[in-house]
Each structure stands twice: as C-alpha cells, then as structure tokens.
C-alpha cells in the first residue's frame, strides 16, 4: 500500500469516527461501560487474592516431638518436610524460645517466679504451607512420622480460605465472561449499524474496483479507535477511584489495614492497562472485521 | 507496458472471439431464484469503441444485462467474456482488477452526500490508490471536461439533477475506463440536461471509450442514429445499426 493510500485510509477511520458520531458515542460508552465494570471487578478480585494468599502464608502446622528424642532425628525430620513441595517454609522452635515468646506474650513479669522451663517438650516445626489446600494431606504424613507426637493444625482456616478462594475465582470468571458476551453483542450490533449507515459508499466503492482490503480498512482502523479509546476512558477513571477509595478507607478504618494488606495502584495497573487495551482494541477490531465481511459482497 | 499487453494478448488468444470484440454474450441465461428468467438466450457481440443503446420496456432485462456486464451477478448459462474476463468463472480477488477498467452511472447518481465535488471524484482515484500528484491533477481535468470546474466545492444537494451526474459521469471517467455502462443515465433529468449527458457520453465515446447506454429516451435514440439493441422479456429482438427506438405494441 501507497504511504498517500495508508494516510487516506486513516483519515477515512478518524472521519468514520466523527462522521456517525452518535453510533461512535453509543460504542465507546458500551466499550468502556464493559471495561469500566471489568476492571473495577479486577481491582477488588485481585485485592481479594492478595489479602487471601497473605492471611495463608500465616497458615501454619505445628509438629511437637516424642520425648526425650534425639536431635539429630528432629533434623531429619526437618529435612523430609523441607522436601515435600507443599511446604513454603519451615521454623525450628526450639523450647527456650517457645518459653520466652510465651513469657513474653502472656506473662509479662510473673514469668520470674519459673525455676525451670515448663515448656520443655514444646520444641516443635512451624510449617508454612504455599496452597493451603495441601495441609490436610500433609498433617497425615506427619502424623505417621517416627519421632512425632502431635500435630496441630487451623483446619478452620484452612477450609474457609481455600473455600474462599475457589468461590473468588468461579465466580470472577462466571462475571468476566457474561461482561464478554454482552459487550461483543452491542460492539457487533453498534457496528453494524455503521456499516448499514455506510453501506452505499461500501457499494459504490466495490463499483469502482476497490479490494476488499481497502474497503475494510477504514472501518477496521474505526473500529479499533473507538476500542481504545473505550478502553482508556475506564482506565482513568478506574485509577483516580482507587487512589481514593484506598486513602478513604486506609485512613477512616486504620485497623482494616493492619489486618488486610491491600495492592498499590501501580501493581493493579501493570496488568489492567495491557489486558484493558487488548481487550478494547480486540473486541473493535473483531466487531469490525465481523461486520464488514458480511457486508462486502456486491 | 510490455507485460501488460503480454497478459492481454493471452486473454484474447484464450477467448476463440475475433480481437476488436470487448464483450461477448453468447447464449447468456440469467434466472433469480423466484419468477420468469430475466434474459433468455442472449447473444450480444461489441466491438472496442462502439456506441450501444440498449432499450426496452420496464422489466425487459436491461439492468439485468448491465448487471451481468458488471459481474454484480453471474450468469445461470452461457458464455460472457467482457475485456477478456470470463465472468462466469473470474475468481472474487480478481474483480476489482477487473472493475477498474469499466465506469458506471446510474439513474440516482449514487454520490457521497457528504462530500464535495471534488472528494467524490477523487474517491475513485484514492480507491485504485492513485498518488496525490495525479489525483491533483486528474481531478480538475475531468472536471472540466464535464463542465462543473466552478463548482468542486459544493455538496450534491446543492447541485441540480444534471450537475449530480455529471459528477457521477465525471467519478466513473476519471479512471480512463475501457467500457462504460450507464443504466437510465437521464431517467432523472429534464429534456435539457439528459442531451447534454447524452451528448457527453458520445464525446466520450469518441475519446475511444466504449459506452453501453441503457435509456427510455425515445427521442435522444431515433436523433442519434447510433447502435441500438431492444430487449423484450429478456430476449433480444432487434439490433440494428443507426437503429430507431421500436415502438411497443
Ligand atoms: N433481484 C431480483 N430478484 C428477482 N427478480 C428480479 C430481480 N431483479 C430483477 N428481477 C426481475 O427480472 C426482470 C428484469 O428486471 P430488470 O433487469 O430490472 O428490468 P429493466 O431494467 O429492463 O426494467 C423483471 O421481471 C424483474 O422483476
Ligand atoms: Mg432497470
């Protein structure tokens, strides 16, 4: 293609534009609406998961040993949880620590009045699991392990979370997709109208020889124009509303965010903007695309 | 240009029609899929250059005829060959090639309401991807030669009926076609302005161009004295040299 025919056809895009401005506003309005809901849907899944995995990762497993057992056997034993793959971390406790941290947490200064350490068979593992789901098949094979007396585990927490987190995700996906099948039915319906609106020009074009390519081509550049910019419009908007929303609730519920710890806008926006973009530009492109191969036949 | 008339010569080398022959219609069916065929057994030979009325009642087939010459529809039987292109087996990436080199008016002009004199003309330059240097200059010429020089910048609802067509005359010559087709070219217009197109069409003509006028015009086709074929429920039933439109009865 000519650089004058590539200009042409782009000026004949932007024109597209303005000149079914209407259907052009309808189809931004539909694209962004859709991205709008999609990425504000993100933000708070993704937050979700975020403060989810956090409170997993203080998820642990506790594992006390027989008595009087040797050290070098809790190493081993130690070694062997290491090398299970469920496991993220592991902590040796030893029973002066675990005295002093409960000296520390419930005692306060009564603690003088012990001689010796009550808790002198609390030496134990803390395992922290990377997919909370694991943990039951993990307390089983640590509960047949030679050398081991008990094992405690936070089977409440565990279930709620991965409960939790498995609704999350069905549902995220149920909503994504319903926003896709809506937003492909108006951009295809709004193109079409543009299409019908123009299909004089389109036959009077294929009268004089113009390749299906060149017919094509403006209404694709148009199509893909009005998905980016549906999709910039949410994306500001989506930004300035976290910013205040994170503020608003960090400083009126200080203790919510103590307990939960939220994403920054940048690490959201990292994924947001590309996907959002990919999705506007894709949906326009293919709206288009769809809708004048239909169209061209004359 | 070597090439060029290489792959023409062996157009025409294929096609067992004599070399001066630009359309051939030989044994031509056309069928919609409801009613009576619109053309039967149609047998049509025109030379490079001619001057050809095709008239009719409404309803006997011409837009058809003009239709098939486009490659808009293809035939149900028979043979077509126009400019070499056998339009019954042309392959869908080929018409526009093949497109570029014929010119079509139409009763309704067909124009971009939107645009100006001058944009709907170009438009047919930008479509076959003419450079601006010679849309800039292709453009004002044809204008002239049309008459409307002093008015490329106005819309077409400013214009008159014969001012529009000439603007659609003026898009379908820009291109320097081989063949042009023109279905009731003065169906819209007063007496006036359909001998001006009408005398526009033979001035192009004799710039060397072939022109296919489909017209009611009684009047226009006894005065000018020029090849006149008459369809009557799709059969042809007269062509005659400096012919006379046949009355009906
Ligand atoms: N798209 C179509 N579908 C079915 N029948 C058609 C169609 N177009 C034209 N016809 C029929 O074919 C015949 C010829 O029509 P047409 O070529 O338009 O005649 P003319 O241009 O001479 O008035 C008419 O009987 C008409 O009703
Ligand atoms: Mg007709």
Redesign the interface.
């Given at each position: 293609m000519r650089i004058s025919s590539f200009f042409y056809t782009l000026r004949q895009g932007v024109r597209n534009l303005f000149r079914n401005k209407w259907f052009t506003l309808a189809s931004i309005a539909t694209i962004s609406a859709c991205l709008f809901l999609f990425g504000l849907f993100y933000a708070i899944v993704v937050n979700f998961q975020h403060i989810v995995r956090s409170a997993e990762e203080g998820v642990s497993v506790t594992v006390f040993f027989d008595e009087g057992i040797e050290d070098t056997r809790i190493q081993d034993i130690g070694e062997s949880i290491r090398k299970r793959p469920e496991v993220a971390n592991i902590i040796f406790i030893s029973a002066e620590e675990a005295w002093d941290s409960f000296k520390k947490e419930y005692l306060g200064e009564y603690a003088d009045g012990f001689t010796e350490n009550p808790l002198a068979d609390s030496a134990n593992y803390e395992i922290y699991l990377n997919d909370v789901s694991m943990q039951s098949a993990l307390v089983t094979y640590l509960e047949a392990m030679d050398g081991v007396r008990l094992v405690n585990r936070s089977e409440l927490a565990a279930t709620t979370l991965t409960g939790v987190n498995a609704l999350i995700a069905y549902v995220s996906v149920g909503i994504i997709a319903i926003l896709f099948a809506v937003s492909v039915f108006l951009i295809s319906n709004t193109v079409t109208i543009g299409i019908s609106v123009r299909k004089e020009e389109i036959n009077i074009m294929k009268y004089i020889g113009a390749t299906d390519f060149f017919v094509r081509s403006p209404f694709v550049i148009e199509g893909m124009m009005i998905g980016a910019i549906g999709a910039s419009i949410p994306l500001g908007v989506i930004y300035t509303l976290y910013n205040i929303v994170l503020e608003y609730v960090l400083v009126r519920f200080p203790m919510l965010a103590d307990l939960l710890s939220f994403l920054t806008v940048d690490e959201i926006f990292h994924v947001l903007i590309p996907v959002s973009l990919g999705i506007g530009v894709g949906i326009g492109f293919l709206g288009s695309i769809v809708t004048v191969r239909k169209h061209l036949r004359v | 240009m070597e090439v060029v008339n290489n792959v023409a010569e062996k157009r025409r080398k294929k096609s067992t029609a004599p070399p001066n022959e630009i359309i051939t219609m030989t044994n031509v069916c056309k069928a919609y899929s409801t009613g009576a065929p619109a053309l039967k057994d149609v047998n049509l030979h025109i030379n490079r250059g001619e001057f050809v009325f095709i008239v009719g009642d409404s309803g006997s087939g011409k837009s058809t005829l003009i239709k098939l010459l486009?490659r808009?529809l293809t035939i149900t039987s028979g043979f077509i060959n126009v400019m070499g292109y056998d339009l019954a087996k042309i392959k869908h990436?080929k018409?526009?090639?093949?497109?570029?080199n014929?010119g079509?008016v139409f009763q309704d002009f067909?124009l971009?309401k939107?645009r100006n004199v001058y944009d709907n003309v170009a438009?047919?330059q930008?479509?076959?991807?003419k450079?601006?240097k010679e849309i800039k200059k292709n453009v004002p010429s044809i204008l002239a030669i049309v008459g409307l020089a002093g008015k490329y910048k106005a819309k077409p609802r400013q214009l008159s009926g014969g001012e529009q067509q000439r603007v659609a005359l003026a898009?379908a010559l820009v291109?320097k076609p081989t063949v042009l087709l023109a279905d009731e070219p003065t169906g819209n217009l007063d007496p006036k302005n359909s001998w001006e197109i009408m005398k526009l069409l033979e001035q192009i003509n004799e710039g060397g161009t072939t022109v296919i006028v489909v017209t009611h015009n009684r009047e226009i086709v006894n005065a000018m004295q020029k090849r006149v074929v008459t369809l009557k429920k799709g059969v042809i039933v007269s062509d005659e040299e400096k012919g006379g439109y046949i009355d009906e009865d």
């Open positions: - | 486009l808009e990436r018409i526009p090639k093949f497109r570029r014929l079509v067909r971009l939107d438009f047919a930008r479509i076959i991807q450079s601006n898009r291109n």
